[in-house]
């Protein structure tokens, strides 16, 4: 048995995290691209995109509660709408494919 180590060139996978909200596709195509997304069709029929931040994108001296006050502000910016604290939530999915 060949055990393989290193990248493999035939197989297809992807995951993400964001810290947001679903969105309907008429309320993301509007948004701007400071925002994280990705699309959920697949997971929620109701909502089409998880618009929010990565938890990359957390600043070195911010805790959590600030990292999420902080998108929750931009996603009240963005949407032109107050959006609570408590509509957003973190958003962990991956899969494969190949």
């Not at 997971?43 to 001296?61: A, C, H, K, Q, W």
Request: charge should be negative; hydrophobic fraction near 30%.
């Amino acid at each position: 048995m060949k055990i393989r180590i290193g990248f493999v060139s035939n197989s297809s996978n992807t995951s993400f995290c964001i810290f947001g909200k679903y969105v309907s596709y008429d309320k993301y195509k509007t948004l701007p691209n400071t925002l994280d997304t990705h699309s959920a069709s697949q997971y929620n029929f109701d909502e089409d995109y998880v618009v929010g931040l990565s938890p990359e994108r957390m600043i070195n001296t911010e805790t959590v509660s600030e990292f999420k006050e902080r998108v929750r502000k931009m996603l009240s910016e963005a949407l032109n709408e107050e959006v609570q604290l408590n509509e957003c939530c973190w958003h962990i999915n991956g899969w494969y494919d190949g």
